[in-house]
C-alpha cells in the first residue's frame, strides 16, 4: 500500500483546508494528564484523546468524537505493540521527511503546519506518531499479505505444467547491513548527525562486502551482519526501491532506525528460477493491480486487528 495514500485518506481528500479551532476548547486537558484507557500496560491519556478528538474535527467527522477518538487510539496502540513485538521500526527521518512532505503538498512551510497543528488542538507530536503508527502497520500487513497468499509447492508445479513448464524468474539479492550504533540514551540530534556522517563517509568509501570487515576494523560501535541470500519477491517495499537503484558492490542510502544509523550494501545479485520462485509468483497473481491490493490488505488488517483485540488486556478507567 502506497503510505502516503493511507495518510492523505485518513485527512482531507487533497488539500487541507485548516479549520481555526479555538485553542480554549483544549487548554483545559492541557493542565492534567489523565489516564483513560490502559491498553496491554500502555496508557491513554485524556489529551491524547483531545489531540485525535481535535483531529476528527479537522477532518469534518460528525458524532461523539470523544469515543470516535478513543476507540481510534486503542486500534493504534494494539497496532504499535505489535509492531514492537516484531520488531517493525520506523525511524524518526522516515517521520520527518513524511511530514515536510505533507507540509510541501500543502503549501506550507515546517513551521507553517507546526504552528496550525498546535492552533488546531492536535499538535506535531501526535500527528507524526499517527503517520508513524500507518507506516509501521502497512509493514505488518504486508508481513501478513506475503505470508497469508501463498499457493502450495504442489499447486505451483500444476501451474507451471499448465504454462508448459515455464518457471518465471527474479532477482536474488545477497546483502550485509553495517550499523553504526547510537544506545537510546544517547540518542541525541547531534549524536545521530555524527553517526550519519561517520556511515555516509564509509559508504562513500564502500566498494564490496569482501572489505567491509576490514573497513570497519578499528571504528566504535559498528556492526557488520550478514543477511544471507533473499529474493526480490520477499522483500519489504521500502527495501526493493532501495535496492533496486544499488549496484553489485554499492551500498544503499543512509538510514535512521533504532539501532542507530545504517545502510545496506549489496554483496552479490542474480536472477533465479526455480521452484521456490515460481511459488511466490503465482501466490501474489490476482492481487498484481492496486484495488486488488488495497482489498485484500484491508481485509488482513481487520482480520490481524480482531486477532490483536481478541489476545489484548484492555481496561477503560
Known amino acids: 500500500m502506497n503510505m502516503n495514500k493511507r495518510i492523505l485518506a485518513a485527512l482531507i481528500a487533497g488539500t487541507v483546508a485548516f479549520t481555526a479551532l479555538s ?7 492541557a493542565h492534567a494528564a489523565e489516564i483513560k484507557v490502559i491498553v496491554n500496560s500502555n496508557p491513554i491519556t ?12 479537522l477532518q469534518r467527522r460528525t458524532g461523539n468524537l470523544n469515543k470516535i477518538a478513543q476507540d481510534e487510539l486503542v486500534e493504534e496502540m494494539l497496532k504499535r505493540v505489535e509492531m514492537k513485538s516484531r520488531g517493525i521500526v520506523v525511524s524518526d527521518q522516515e517521520v520527518e521527511t513524511a511530514y515536510a512532505g505533507f507540509a510541501s503538498r500543502n503549501k506550507m512551510s515546517i513551521a507553517q503546519l507546526n504552528q496550525l497543528m498546535n492552533q488546531a488542538g492536535i499538535t506535531p507530536k501526535h500527528f ?20 497469508e497468499g501463498m499457493m502450495t509447492e504442489q499447486d505451483a508445479v500444476q501451474r507451471m ?10 532477482n536474488e539479492y545477497t546483502l550485509q547491513q553495517v550499523i553504526f550504533v547510537v544506545p537510546a540514551a544517547n540518542r541525541s540530534a547531534g549524536t545521530l548527525a555524527k553517526r550519519r556522517q561517520e556511515a555516509n563517509a564509509l559508504r562513500n568509501r564502500f566498494s564490496g562486502c569482501e572489505n567491509t570487515r576490514s573497513l570497519t576494523k578499528g571504528m566504535m560501535d559498528v556492526t557488520v551482519r550478514d543477511l544471507g541470500k533473499h529474493l526480490e519477491l520477499q522483500l519489504p517495499p521500502e527495501w526493493t526501491t532501495q535496492l533496486k537503484a544499488t549496484a553489485v558492490g554499492r551500498a544503499t542510502a543512509v538510514q535512521d532506525t533504532d539501532k542507530g544509523v545504517e545502510f545496506l550494501a549489496v554483496c552479490a545479485k542474480r536472477s533465479v528460477s526455480d521452484d521456490r520462485v515460481a511459488q511466490l509468483t503465482f501466490s501474489m497473481e490476482g ?31
Open 161 to 170: 505444467l499448465k504454462d508448459g513448464g515455464k518457471k518465471p524468474s527474479s
Open 46 to 57: 485524556n489529551i491524547d484523546i483531545a489531540n485525535r478528538a481535535a483531529f476528527l474535527k
Open 128 to 147: 507524526k506518531t499517527f503517520v508513524m503508527v500507518q507506516m509501521g502497520w502497512n509493514r505488518a500487513i504486508g508481513a501478513r499479505f506475503r505470508s
Open 23 to 29: 485553542i480554549t476548547e483544549f487548554t483545559g486537558a
Open 287 to 317: 492481487t498484481s493491480n492496486n484495488s486488488d491490493q488495497e482489498k485484500k490488505a484491508e481485509e488482513i488488517s481487520k482480520k490481524y486487528l480482531k486477532e490483536l483485540r481478541e489476545k489484548a488486556k484492555i481496561v477503560n478507567r
